[in-house]
């Protein structure tokens, strides 16, 4: 019985929420920088989280090199699959701008791995680029309303 109140328990938290429909959207494991970067939270937090989402069996990490990735893991009970299904279907307007940035994250990767850590300069250029043209087509909006 404990471990269902662990899973349910582990899942009482929007930003552990985030990071479960975050691993189910990308497919595959995700390094720490790229979790944190997608939801615009600080890496203490994000580790606190994902420690909370492993000891409750929902997530599982893999070491290659300084870098740490986590992925869904593989579900060992109906429960645990009808949890993930759960939050896949909760709306997906509600995870909309952290799953872009997600994607824009990813594009970063090199062979298909995470090579920019923390602070990554290419990531703040990256979104200095995505903010910029979101301010462009604003003001193009505005503009077509005034006409």
């Given at each position: 019985?404990?471990?269902f109140?662990?899973?349910?328990?582990?899942?009482g938290?929007?930003?552990?929420?985030?990071?479960?429909?975050?691993?189910?959207e990308?497919?595959?494991?995700?390094?720490?920088?790229?979790?944190m970067?997608?939801?615009?939270?600080?890496h203490c937090?994000?580790?606190?989280?994902l420690?909370?989402?492993?000891?409750?069996?929902?997530?599982?990490?893999?070491?290659?090199?300084?870098?740490?990735?986590?992925?869904?893991?593989?579900?060992?009970s109906?429960?645990?699959?009808?949890?993930?299904?759960?939050?896949?279907?909760?709306?997906?307007?509600?995870?909309?701008?952290?799953?872009?940035?997600?994607?824009?994250?990813?594009?970063?990767?090199?062979?298909?791995k995470?090579?920019?850590?923390?602070?990554?300069?290419?990531?703040?250029?990256?979104l200095?680029?995505?903010?910029?043209?979101?301010?462009?087509?604003?003001?193009?909006?505005?503009?077509?309303?005034?006409?």
């Amino acid at each position: 019985m404990n471990e269902f109140v662990e899973q349910f328990k582990s899942l009482g938290d929007a930003t552990r929420m985030k990071i479960i429909r975050l691993l189910c959207e990308a497919r595959k494991d995700l390094c720490v920088c790229e979790i944190m970067d997608a939801l615009e939270v600080s890496h203490c937090n994000i580790s606190r989280h994902l420690k909370i989402l492993k000891t409750a069996g929902i997530v599982e990490e893999r070491k290659e090199g300084r870098w740490v990735h986590f992925s869904i893991a593989n579900p060992e009970s109906t429960f645990h699959k009808n949890l993930l299904l759960a939050i896949g279907n909760l709306p997906a307007e509600l995870f909309t701008a952290e799953i872009e940035r997600l994607k824009l994250r990813l594009s970063l990767r090199e062979d298909g791995k995470c090579v920019d850590g923390l602070k990554s300069e290419k990531w703040m250029a990256a979104l200095k680029l995505i903010r910029a043209e979101n301010i462009n087509r604003y003001d193009k909006r505005r503009m077509q309303d005034r006409r």
